[in-house]
């Protein structure tokens, strides 16, 4: 089993920044890619970015590129998503997520970030 726990989102005006981490414990050792997708209001969960183990190769969607980075930490246990010049239309959910090489999905609890004047 793996958790993931999420923190950082918060309450921020248009144009502002913020980062999220992601601290993933128990049997990472299997991990294969790390990233996060965000559910907004009324909306379906999106994947925001990825990053994947064996190559360090990540993904960022087209929504966000440019203003959104994905990293990670040596030891691959922290998984970060920096956002810059945040938009009203950012405000959602943000849930870090894992899948291991055996293909099972793991999931954060989500925090909240919202974007308003």
């Known amino acids: 089993q793996v958790q993931l726990e999420e923190s950082g989102g918060d309450l921020v005006q248009p144009g502002e920044s913020l980062r999220l981490s992601c601290v993933a414990s128990g049997a990472i050792g299997g991990l294969v890619v790390m990233g996060w997708y965000r559910q907004g209001p009324g909306a379906q969960r999106e994947l925001v970015a990825s990053?994947?183990?064996?190559?360090?190769?990540?993904n960022i969607a087209d929504s966000v590129k440019g203003r959104f980075t994905i990293s990670r930490d040596n030891s691959w246990t922290t998984v970060y998503l920096e956002m810059n010049n945040l938009k009203p239309e950012d405000t959602a959910v943000y849930y870090c997520?894992?899948?291991?090489?055996?293909?099972?999905?793991?999931w954060g609890q989500g925090t909240q970030v919202t974007v308003s004047v």
């Open positions: 997520y894992s899948k291991n090489w055996h293909g099972t999905d793991y």
């Open positions: 990053i994947y183990k064996n190559n360090d190769h990540s």
